[in-house]
């Protein structure tokens, strides 16, 4: 289908003025566009929240990976009421290129994993052009450990390919202002010992070194106990956390169990009735899409703050 914007390309080119190409940095890849996407699809509640922050929308043919796992809040569920969700979890090939899509916004572990169907490489011969979040390049290369600044370049990237860069840097301003701003004014003591709980009852799904909480957590004036863990969401041992004695239990809501469902479980069992987080009983609840990288990343830092500092 040759929409406006492809047409006007080509205006350009049989004119003798070549188009402008934009390259990015995606993980281990420099991918180049000629035109910004018009039939885009974003994976996962965060990385669409990042697409409907620049006002992307109507270049979306749809969502995947949302209702499968996680949901929407009204303000998201507004942002996305014209677009349909294309499956309900991890998309298909089939899915991607039946939608006619030319732009998948997804990463390791957000819509694709490593050796499967749906890569970077497998899309490709079907003209569809990946970004990879930054936070998930850990999976097939080595990075540094997690940084707000992981999901302040995707947003600028996002930017550059879709040329709403104006658009982008001035949010990416507004969140390094606010969060400075909240920063400089926290009064904190002596960084506390924070655990993640994802899941898990039998061993716990946490975060790792790669994964954004760690750099959430240190931002409000804690310590991911695992951030010597060289992984980024990954499976623990409880033996570990009670080895550790987190102060503080950050709780990340989503699923079909809840975060008070969690915190009982926590508080309930004998093992871990010496853990300082229990014995105070000092929980914080942060939502996935605050937890994972994306827009609600500053009002992540200042939740925790609050939690951790009474601020």
């Not at 169907?117 to 970004?131: I, N």
């Not at 990416?172 to 009064?187: A, H, I």
Request: proline share 4%; net charge negative; hydrophobic share 40%.
């Amino acid at each position: 289908m040759k929409t406006i914007l492809s047409a006007a390309a080509a205006l350009l080119v049989g004119a003798g003025i070549a188009a402008a190409e934009t390259t990015v940095q995606s993980c281990n890849r420099s991918v180049t566009f000629d035109a910004p996407p018009e039939r885009a699809i974003s994976n996962d509640v965060n990385l669409t929240e990042m697409m409907l922050v620049l006002g992307l929308a109507d270049r979306m043919v749809g969502y995947t990976g949302i209702s499968g796992w996680k949901t929407l809040d009204e303000e998201m569920t507004a942002g996305v009421e014209a677009l349909p969700e294309l499956s309900a979890k991890y998309p298909s090939k089939e899915v991607i290129v039946g939608a006619d899509a030319d732009f998948f916004f997804a990463g390791w572990n957000y819509g694709m994993k490593v050796g499967g169907e749906v890569t970077p490489e497998t899309l490709a011969p079907f003209g569809v052009k990946v970004y990879e979040l930054t936070e998930s390049c850990t999976h097939i290369m080595d990075k540094d450990k997690a940084s707000i600044e992981d999901m302040y370049a995707d947003i600028l990237n996002l930017g550059r390919i879709f040329e709403v860069e104006g658009k982008a840097q001035a949010l990416v301003e507004s969140y390094r202002d606010d969060l400075k701003s909240f920063t400089d004014g926290l009064d904190t003591g002596e960084p506390l010992r924070v655990f993640v709980y994802d899941s898990g009852e039998d061993t716990p799904f946490t975060a790792g070194r790669y994964a954004m909480p760690t750099a959430l957590i240190e931002a409000a004036g804690g310590r991911n106990i695992m951030d010597d863990f060289e992984k980024s969401w990954a499976t623990v041992t409880w033996e570990e956390v009670v080895e550790r004695n987190p102060e503080v239990v950050v709780i990340v809501n989503y699923g079909s169990v809840t975060a008070e469902e969690k915190r009982a479980f926590m508080m309930s069992n004998p093992a871990f009735a010496e853990l300082d987080a229990v014995k105070n009983d000092r929980f914080v609840t942060l939502e996935y899409v605050e937890a994972t990288p994306g827009p609600r990343n500053i009002k992540a830092v200042k939740t925790l703050a609050g939690a951790f500092w009474g601020k």
